[in-house]
């Protein structure tokens, strides 16, 4: 299976920039990299996914590396509403997305 | 905007029962997945289905889980004969496109006494 690796924990302060690092090595040439979020008692929320430029949108940026190898979540001003768990993942086999453990982010008032 | 709905949000189950967990996806979508998650640990994929038939499985979705989509709106998780370890919450989700974003439902908290 495809396999990510992220830190396990990250703290910011409110309205600060974050950014998020995820490693994934395994990625075949024509996977997406995909980040999702989970709050608190809730399912899995889409943040942002990309192929090879860099992404943007209004909830988030996606930096990729020139090899695809590693991305970088950006929040660009964490709110307290952003404490979540944030994954990336991407596809290992044709239909299927598997979550690793996740980065748990922790934003200080 | 469209999303994926899932009932019930919390069902208690003897164990041995049979389960049925129902999913609404998000109307226009191709793509379909089951994922649950035990409480404190991580999400993990169940199976996928795309054209009426599962495309990938994991090893947990044995011959006492199967899906459906029985009338081109729904999309059912059954779990035929519950155990204890079946307790989890169960995460339906849609995607339109083969490398799109998924959507994900609520989640279905199932609870096997």
């Known amino acids: 299976d495809a396999k990510t690796t992220q830190p396990n924990s990250m703290e910011s302060n409110e309205e600060e920039p974050v950014h998020l690092p995820c490693n994934h090595s395994?990625?075949?040439?024509?996977?997406?990299i995909h980040w999702y979020r989970q709050l608190p008692s809730q399912g899995p929320e889409y943040v942002i996914h990309?192929?090879?430029s860099n992404v943007n949108n209004r909830m988030a940026s996606l930096a990729i590396a020139e090899d695809r190898k590693s991305s970088t979540l950006i929040l660009h001003r964490a709110t307290l509403r952003d404490a979540a768990v944030y994954y990336c993942i991407h596809k290992s086999g044709t239909y299927k997305y598997i979550f690793g453990t996740g980065t748990r982010l922790k934003v200080l008032a | 905007e469209p999303e994926v709905t899932q009932t019930p949000s919390h069902q208690v189950t003897q164990m041995g029962q049979e389960v049925i967990l129902r999913c609404v996806p998000i109307s226009n979508h191709l793509y379909f997945y089951w994922y649950r998650q035990i409480l404190g640990q991580k999400v993990e994929f169940l199976v996928s289905f795309y054209n009426n038939e599962i495309s990938e499985k994991s090893e947990i979705f044995d011959d006492q889980f199967s899906v459906e989509r029985p009338d081109g709106s729904n999309f059912t998780l059954k779990i035929r004969s519950t155990k204890l370890e079946d307790s989890a919450m169960y995460f339906c989700a849609s995607s339109g496109g083969f490398a799109g974003e998924l959507f994900f439902g609520e989640g279905s908290r199932l609870t096997v006494l």
């Open positions: 990309g192929l090879t």
């Open positions: 395994t990625i075949s040439g024509t996977d997406y």
